[in-house]
């Protein structure tokens, strides 16, 4: 292959628009480049983006992180810069496509035997990796066409969904202790949602109707803390119950964040105690004050009340006295290991050489660092501990790294910042929380956290574990999410595809809905992957009673009225819940032409078909009966359909149409979503990437809806009559109105209807 051609400078007046935020490119780039720490270089940065060297999201990211090691000199090496953010590189399509081939050589046989099953992300990664610097979405722009050319038509075995890698036979689990029995025990019977709230469609946030109203187990008792310890604990404490809802400002919130909110709020609120939101700020490289302020209105959002709101940073000071006294007791020592030193170091239990330097040498040391004479990486506190232990988590952690990085909070004061490992128990400590709740992957650092409060005297909370909620078809690890929203696979955090708390919002899922799936699927220690099937049938039971009806069209076709006049219009009240018409009503307008849904129409008519066809007579739902005169066709494709209407409706048809006006309604994009990942579990896929379902987002760009949702606000639900359940989107405009689908209005025929509990796949 040739040498990557130099980059084209195309003229201003082609510069590509966003269409969501109406930037350019570069101006996008830009506002990205604003939010970066990299001192007196951001000109720099900005002639860069200016001259289009730097041109996507992923040069960006090089560029910064480039820069930001270099903010503290006045000047840094352009050549080195150049090389580390591909500036200069550029493919043409002919080089991508030669790549693409080379990688179908490679695997031909594999990709011949699986054909449209072969994981294309394999081959996206390939040619991308081959490719330095190459624009990914050209990449992948090229790739599908490709795939499609050498396979051909995809047949019905390419449909079939591919099988479910089988899991070895799991060891069997050991007993659980009298304490972890005590805190599952109640669970089972909160598992367990009998007819009565199928029906209510009423979702109180933390006592449903048909469950008990104690659905939290009991708090266990704290014994042990000397006495002289808990009497200070309990003279300080502002209430019996004190839990935190602690997550890191890395990321947006997920559907599990809300069980953890509900675990730790809705525990507080039931047992009359309080709850804080604290923000675990330990980490400045990857925290942002947009994670900050989605995270906070994400809780806001499902009705939780913190009682206070704190940050890990307000400990900022006693994190780094408390560090102080543990050198001082010969319990942590600087080490200047490298992160792959120290990685083999606890693997193979085997001591650092800088593990027994004096005290007052790393008394020193640790000044030094937070003084900044050391770089990122060049030495960390460790905290001494049992590098023998059979628990990798007592293998002296690291309690403080070097992180040349201004803080959102603090700013310039600190370069040095504590790890979770030490942060979290401490402040646990710090604020009386009585019930330290965690998901089951933090069991393994319950001794890391009893530990360090031991050896500095602090009081010590229980700590208790539940399973974190996973549901199938989707990820929400934040690393392979922001992963997915930096490659521009997804359109940013909110993306409906995905399961982050404001991605679950836009689609119109509501808290009292993501609240009655967390009550059905229960608070246990079982490891378990909720079916999201289960979801969508919540979403259903609160929907069908809160959700106002309207019609909508997806494809039109026209409809004339030959039998009233070309100025007809009469309005028709349509109850805005059939079951319920005391609930009010509203009105649109039945005119001469109107638009039915192209499904709606057959050429020739069957037996079980409700819909129109020539000769036919059927109800306009809310109107009259319609009968089919006449279809006016363009080639084989019919573009009108005429007839007649009966006043009287004489006759009783089987099938009732839905219906918008045709010269009074409201223009709308229809957005239609489905799995984000085909596989339940993505992540036990070869290729996670290579998962990705093609067919996630289904675009119907003119659709029309009824005159009654022209005023609907962002996140207002409908009922689309026929259709499913809809949310109002943000990007709607005056001109025209997007809708989101949230779920459709029953099971898919080839899925099975959502148990009432699911049953845990594993016990611990």
Known sequence: ????????????????????????????????????????????????????????????????????????????????????????????????????????????????????????????????????????????????????????????????????????????????????????????????????????GVCALYGPPGLPEDVFPAPLVNDQNPPEIYARHLAARPANIVCRFPPEPNGFLHIGHAKACFLDFGMAQQKGGLCYFRLDDTNPKGETQEYIDSIAGSIAWLGHHPWKVTYTSDYFDKLHELAVVLIKKGLAYVDHSTKEEISAQRENKICSRYRDRPVEENLKLFEDMRKGKFGNGECVLRMKMDMNSPNPCMRDLIAYRVIHSPHPRTGDKWCIYPSYDFSHCIVDSLENVTHSMCTLEFEIRRDSYFWLLEVLGLYKPIVWEMSRLNVTHAVISKRKVIFLVQHGMVAGWSDPRLATLEALRRRGYTPEILHNFIRRVGITRNENLIKYELLEHCARQWLDTNARRAMAVLDPIKVTITNVPEDYCEMREVPDFPKNPERGSHRVPFTRQLYIDRSDWRDADEKSFFGLAPGKETGLKNAFNFTCTEAIRDGDRVVEIRGTIDPANTHKCKGHLTWVSATQNVPAECRLYDHLFMHEDPNEVEDWLGDMNPNSLQVCPRAFVDVSVRDSKPEERFQFERLGYFCTDRDSTPARMVFNRTTGLKEAKEKATPAPAPAPAKKH
């Open 1 to 200: 292959m040739s040498d990557p051609a130099p980059a084209p400078v195309p003229t201003p007046d082609k510069k590509k628009k966003d269409p969501k935020t109406a930037q350019t490119n570069e101006e996008k780039l830009k506002n990205m480049a604003a939010k970066a720490e990299i001192g007196p270089h951001m000109p720099a940065l900005v002639a860069y983006i200016d001259s289009l060297s730097i041109r996507n999201e992923e040069q960006l990211l090089a560029a910064t992180k480039f820069l930001n090691e270099q903010k503290y000199s006045a000047t840094f090496d352009r050549a080195a810069f150049e090389r580390v953010c591909g500036v200069g590189i550029s493919y043409t399509d002919e080089q991508i496509n030669t790549a693409i081939q080379e990688a179908f050589a490679a695997h031909r046989d594999e990709i011949m035997e699986r054909r449209y099953n072969y994981p294309v992300g394999l081959l996206f990664k390939e040619v991308s990796d081959k490719l330095a610097w190459v624009d990914r979405k050209k990449v992948n722009a090229l790739l599908m066409p490709a795939v499609a050319a050498l396979l051909g038509p995809r047949t019905e075995a390419d449909n079939a969904k591919p099988e479910k890698p089988k899991k070895p036979a799991a060891s069997p689990a050991p007993a659980a202790t009298a304490t972890e029995t005590a805190a599952a025990t109640p669970a089972a019977s909160a598992a367990a949602t009998p007819a009565a709230e199928e029906e209510s």
